[in-house]
């Protein structure tokens, strides 16, 4: 495994043509402008991690601006969002502070970056490497148990006029007199931050990312992208 972490946001998904001339879905993960803002070591915070920002905008609260200005990054940025490393460090990767020209950096293998400096999918990724997607799920507003849950429901005839879509029992009378936690009813459902895992990297250009396969959330959420983790 080597270091691999970038943010993005989901473009278009389409099909395309592999080298065997199979048919195949994609989709574009848009990486332009990604930063590293910040480090947490080992020694200091207890846990080695990347803190990541992307996404232009025009107006950031008070409390970005400060981050973004110390890590000398001019660029107002949606999101920050942090990545440990954890996973990556105990396949054997080897990661160390470093300095230069009094801008602290890190050291991950082979490849160094800086605070400050911008994150290209190039610099990470090559075609054919394993990742994982991490997203919020489309939402699907409140939906009942035969669409959430994918119940039978109920007969549709001798009668049953309204018993269709419904869910049936949901527990007992006096004892336990409740009904029991975890019960799958009818609700809010979708908006989940989900990870899809095992996609493969089907094209790296400098500002995006193509990827084999459909990645969770709708067109231009954020998504986070890392190497395989088990």
């Avoid at 300095?99 to 400050?116: C, N, P, Q, R």
Wanted: hydrophobic share 35%; aromatic share 6%.
């Amino acid at each position: 495994m080597k270091a691999q972490f970038i943010l993005g946001k989901k473009g278009i998904t389409k099909q395309t043509f592999d080298e065997k001339g199979e048919r195949i879905p994609v989709t574009e993960v848009m990486t332009s402008p990604c930063y590293l803002i910040g480090i947490k070591s080992q020694d200091a915070d207890g846990y080695w991690a990347v803190q990541l920002g992307f996404g232009a905008t025009k107006k950031i609260k008070k409390s970005k601006e400060g981050l973004l200005k110390k890590a000398g990054v001019k660029t107002p940025l949606r999101f920050l969002r942090e990545i440990r490393l954890d996973k990556m460090l105990d396949t054997g990767l080897e990661v160390a502070l470093i300095d230069k020209d009094k801008k602290e950096g890190l050291k991950i293998g082979e490849f160094e970056i800086f605070i400050g400096d911008t994150i290209k999918p190039e610099q990470m990724f090559a075609k054919n490497d394993l990742i994982q997607a991490t997203g919020v799920s489309k939402g699907k507003g409140f939906q009942g148990v035969v669409k959430r849950h994918g119940f039978k429901g109920g007969p549709r005839t001798h009668g049953q006029s309204d018993r269709e879509r419904a869910p049936g029992s949901i527990g007992q009378s006096t004892t336990p007199g409740r009904v029991f936690k975890g019960m799958r009813m009818a609700g809010r459902m979708g908006s989940n931050t989900t990870t899809v895992k095992n996609l493969k990297v089907f094209e790296v250009s400098d500002e995006k990312l193509i990827v084999q396969g459909l990645i969770p959330g709708t067109r231009g959420g954020l998504v986070m992208i890392q190497p395989v983790i088990h």
